[in-house]
C-alpha cells in the first residue's frame, strides 16, 4: 500500500489530509475528533485578538440536487481569547504528538505584536505557523489578511517579522483576490516563508433572496462581501498551484486549499504540485468521516499507478501545464458519436448548432446525430454535454504535419524562415 | 362516455347479497390517490433528472405535444406558474392527464433514460406538481382570444369537446357546449377510477373551461333538448365528441337479472355517489379483462368485496389492459379466470352464478383459433357480474342527428383535421377513435379546433 506520510515544508503528519483553518478547526474538541477519523493534521482557526462575528453568516450556491456546490462566509477569525486557543493547541499535541497542528495567525501589522505571537504559538507546541494573508471579508477592512495579502510589499515585510523568530516552518496563506498570485509567492519566498498555502476565499455576494430582496448571508437585512469556497472554486485553486509551483523564483513547498471534497481532488491538487492538501467546506458539509475514503481511494489510486509515496505523485502533471503559444497547433481531434450508446438527447446537436461550430447533423426522424467531420474543430462540447459516459469520444485524427506551435512560427516568421500557417482554417 | 341516446338506467340493480358497508376512513383509505403528490424537494429532485432534451422523443409520445422538457426546467427554476402555462397551453386537461394518462407507454415510456438503464423521469408526477399548484390556488394561466365573432357548438362535454373548445376559445372562438349528463366532463367526472382522480378534479377543469368564456350547458340533449337545426342555426361548426355509451350487451340468458351490472354504470355511480351508496356485491364476477375491466375489479375490491374474479376467454398474453393495470388489479386480489366464456347468468330473483365454457386456442390453418370446449360447462357462484366487454357506439343517433355522416362500424370517419363527411360538421374523441385516452381526445379536438380556424377563415362580418 502507498506511503501517504507527509512532509510539507518540514511539518511533518501520517498522511496528506489536513483539516484547513476555519470553523471546523475552532476548537480543540474538534481537532481532536477530526485526528480520531483519520485526518493528518490541522491548521488551527485563526488566533489573533478575538472578534465579535455576526448572526448568519454562511451562504450557499445550489446546483440543483446539489446543496452548497459553493460556500461563502462572512465570519472572521477566532472569537476566543487566544490564550484559550493555545492552552488547547497544547492539549492536543500532548495527546496526538505524530498529528501535525498548525497555528493559524493574523495580529496587528506591528512587529513586536507579531513576535509575540509567533513565539507564544510555538510555545504551545505548534508543529508549524500558518499567515493568514488571506482572509477577504471583515479583517481586510482593519489592515490585516488580505489587506496584506494584496500588497507584495506587506506580504514580504511581515513575513520576514515572523522568521526573525520563528523555529517551526513558516507557511504563508495567500489570497486569490489579486491580479497575478505568483507576485505573491515571490514576495513571501522573498520574506523568507518555507511554504506557501492557497488559496484562500474568493470574494462573492452569493446571491438575493428574490422574496425580500436581501442579499445572503443576511444579517438585519443587508450583507456583505464573504469568502466563496466549496467545489465551486477547485479549478481557480488548481490554477493557482499550478502557476506558484511553476515559477522558477519561489520554489517552496505548497499546502494545496480550494474545493478538495474528495480523493481525486486531493490527487490532482498533488500532480500540481502540493505537498499537503488542506480541507474545510467538504467537512462542513459532511463531518470529519469524509477523510476515510480519501485516505482509501488516494492509497489505491496510487497503487493501482504504481507511485509507492507522496513525492512520485508531486509536480507529476505540471510539466504538462504550459503556456497556449506552447501548444501543437497541428494536433487535431474530431467528435465521434458511438451509435449504440446513444440515447437519442439530441443536447450534442444542439449545443453544436447554437453554441459551438454547426458541426453536428440532425435528420428529421433519425435517432443518432451525424457528425460533419470535415466542419468539427474538436471543440469538445458535445462531448461534455453528452450524458452517457464514452457515447461521444475525441479521436485523433493525422494531420500529417510536423508539430508546431504559435510561438515556434512566431519566431520562425521573426527569423525570417518560410513556414506555413499551422493548424487548420475554418470551413464555414 | 356521454351518452346522448343511452337509457341511463341498467338491468340488475340493487345487488341481492350486498358485501357489508365499510366504515368511512376504510372508503377513504381503500380509495385514496395510488401516486400521492411529489413533495416539493422531491418534485426538484425530480425535474433535475431531465436531461432537457432537443427534439425529445417524450414530446413526440405526447398526442398532445406538451414541451415536456420546458415544463420540468420551470419546475426546476420555482417557476411553476410558467410550468402550468406550458403545459395547459398545449393540453387544457393537463391536471387530469397527469393522473390518468397511460404514461409508460407514452411520455416516460419514450424518454430516453430508459435506454441507460435508469429509471425513466417521472413526467406525470411533475405534471401533477405543476397543474396542481396553479389548480389548488386558482391562478388563470390561460386567456381567451379577442373575441372574432365566430360561434361553434360541440356536442358533450368531456375531453374531445373541452380540449377543441378551450383552443377555440384561446382564438376568439364563441362556444357552447351540450351535455346530456347534469354534471359536465365526460370521462373525467364519470369514468376515471377513483384512486386515480375525483370527480371534484374533472369538474375543476371544466371550470378552467368555461373560465375562457365557454357555455357549458349540463342536462341538455342534442335532438331532445334542442334540435340539431337549431345548432347550425346558432352555429358557424359543429363539433361532436359524444364518446360512447355504456357497455355492449353480451346477448346472453339471464343478462337482465338483478346483480348483473354495466362497467361503465357501475363506474360512474362509484364517481358521482358517496361509496357507501354504491352496491356491491360479496362476491363479483367482472367480464372482459381491459382497462374497464380493472377498473371496475379493483375498484368492486375497494368497495369491500370479498372475492373478485375476472372471467376472460383468452389467456394472459392477450389481457388488453395496460401490464401496470393488470399489474395492479392482481396487487388488489383480483383472481383471473383465463379461457373461460361466459355462457348464460343463473339465477332467479337475482344473479346467483355465471355459467361459462372452458376453451382452449387450436392452430386451424396457421392461425390461432379459440374454440369452446364441447361439455366444460362450469358454473362460478356470485352476487354480482360486471360487464366490461367494449362500449356501444352511438351509430343510431349520429346518423338521426346528423344525416349523411358516414361511420366506419359505428365510428364517425373523419380526415386529420376532424372534418367528418358533413361540411362544417368535425368530431373526435371516443366517438372517432372507438376508445382511447383522455390525452387523445383532447388531442382530436385540438386538431378539430385547428382545422375549424382553418375552414372558417376570416372573422364574420
Known sequence: MADLTTDCAGIKSPNPFWIASGPPANTAYQVMRAFDAGWGGAVWKTIGEPIVNTSSRYGSVDLQNLRMMGLNNIELISDRPIEENLREIAEVKRRYPKHAVIASLMVESKREVWHEMVKRAEDAGADGLELNFGCPHGMSERGMGAAVGQVPEYTKLITSWVKEVARTPVLVKLTPNISDVTYMGVAAREGGADGISLINTINSIVGIDLDTLEPRPMVDGRSSHGGYCGPAVKPIALNMVSAIAKHPGIGIPISGIGGIATWQDAAEFLLLGASSLQVCTAVMHYGFRIVEDMIDGLANWMDAKGFPDLASVRGRSLGRVTDWGELNLNYKVVARIHAEKCIGCHLCYVACEDGAHQSIALAEGVKVPEVIEHKCVGCNLCMLVCPVPGCITMDEIPTGRAPQSWRAYQEALGKGIACELPGERPTH | ?461
Open chain 2, 1 to 461: 362516455m356521454i351518452c346522448p341516446a343511452g337509457n341511463g338506467t341498467v338491468a340488475g340493480d340493487p345487488v341481492k347479497n350486498p358485501a357489508p358497508r365499510l366504515d368511512e376512513a376504510t372508503y377513504e383509505r381503500n380509495f385514496a390517490d395510488i401516486n400521492p403528490r411529489l413533495t416539493e424537494t422531491a418534485a426538484l429532485a425530480e425535474a433535475s433528472r431531465c436531461l432537457f432534451c432537443y427534439d425529445a422523443p417524450c414530446i413526440r409520445a405526447c398526442p398532445t405535444a406538451i414541451d415536456i422538457p420546458s415544463f420540468i426546467r420551470k419546475i426546476g427554476t420555482g417557476n411553476l406558474r410558467g410550468s402550468a402555462r406550458t403545459i395547459l397551453e398545449a393540453n387544457v386537461l393537463g391536471h387530469s392527464c397527469a393522473r390518468v394518462c397511460p404514461v409508460e407507454v407514452l411520455c416516460e415510456g419514450a424518454c430516453v433514460l430508459n435506454q441507460e438503464h435508469k429509471r425513466p423521469v417521472a413526467i406525470g408526477a411533475l405534471q401533477r406538481v405543476a397543474t396542481d399548484h396553479v389548480m389548488d390556488r386558482g391562478i388563470q394561466v390561460l386567456r381567451a382570444g379577442r373575441p372574432n365573432g365566430r360561434r361553434v357548438a360541440l356536442i358533450g362535454a368531456g375531453p374531445a369537446s373541452l380540449g377543441c373548445a378551450a383552443e377555440l376559445a384561446r382564438m376568439g372562438y364563441a362556444c357552447t357546449l351540450y351535455e346530456r349528463r347534469e354534471v359536465p366532463g365526460g370521462l373525467n367526472t364519470h369514468g376515471i377510477a377513483a384512486y386515480k382522480m375525483r370527480a371534484s378534479d374533472g369538474v375543476r377543469e371544466v371550470d378552467l373551461v368555461r373560465s375562457l368564456g365557454v357555455d357549458v350547458r349540463g342536462g341538455v340533449e342534442v335532438g331532445r333538448d334542442v334540435t340539431s337545426a337549431a345548432l347550425w342555426d346558432a352555429s358557424d361548426a359543429v363539433f361532436i365528441g359524444v364518446g360512447l355509451g355504456v357497455t355492449d350487451s353480451l346477448g346472453l340468458p339471464g343478462e337482465d337479472l338483478p346483480g348483473v351490472v354495466d362497467a361503465i354504470t357501475f363506474i360512474d355511480r362509484l364517481k358521482n355517489r358517496p361509496f357507501r351508496d354504491v352496491a356491491v356485491g360479496r362476491n363479483v364476477v367482472v367480464i372482459g379483462a381491459g382497462n374497464t375491466s380493472v377498473d371496475a375489479a379493483t375498484q368492486a375490491k375497494r368497495l369491500g368485496a370479498e372475492n373478485v374474479l375476472v372471467v376472460y376467454r383468452r389467456g394472459p398474453e392477450d389481457v388488453s389492459a395496460y401490464h401496470y393495470e393488470f399489474e395492479l388489479a392482481k396487487t388488489d386480489g383480483v383472481v383471473y379466470v383465463f379461457y373461460a366464456q361466459p355462457a348464460r347468468f343463473v339465477g332467479r330473483d337475482g344473479v346467483e352464478a355465471l355459467e361459462c365454457v372452458r376453451t382452449e386456442t387450436v392452430l386451424e390453418g396457421g392461425r390461432r383459433q379459440l374454440k369452446a370446449i364441447a361439455g366444460s360447462e362450469f358454473q362460478i357462484p356470485c352476487d354480482m357480474a360486471i360487464t366490461a366487454v367494449g362500449q356501444k357506439r352511438h351509430a343510431g343517433w349520429l346518423e338521426a342527428t346528423f344525416p349523411g355522416i358516414a361511420l366506419d362500424g359505428g365510428k364517425v370517419r373523419i380526415d386529420a383535421g376532424g372534418r367528418t363527411s358533413v361540411p362544417k360538421l368535425y368530431a373526435g374523441g371516443d366517438c372517432v377513435n372507438g376508445g382511447k385516452e383522455v390525452v387523445n381526445a383532447v388531442a382530436d379536438g385540438k386538431a378539430a379546433a385547428r382545422a375549424i380556424d382553418a375552414d372558417l377563415g376570416h372573422p364574420r362580418g
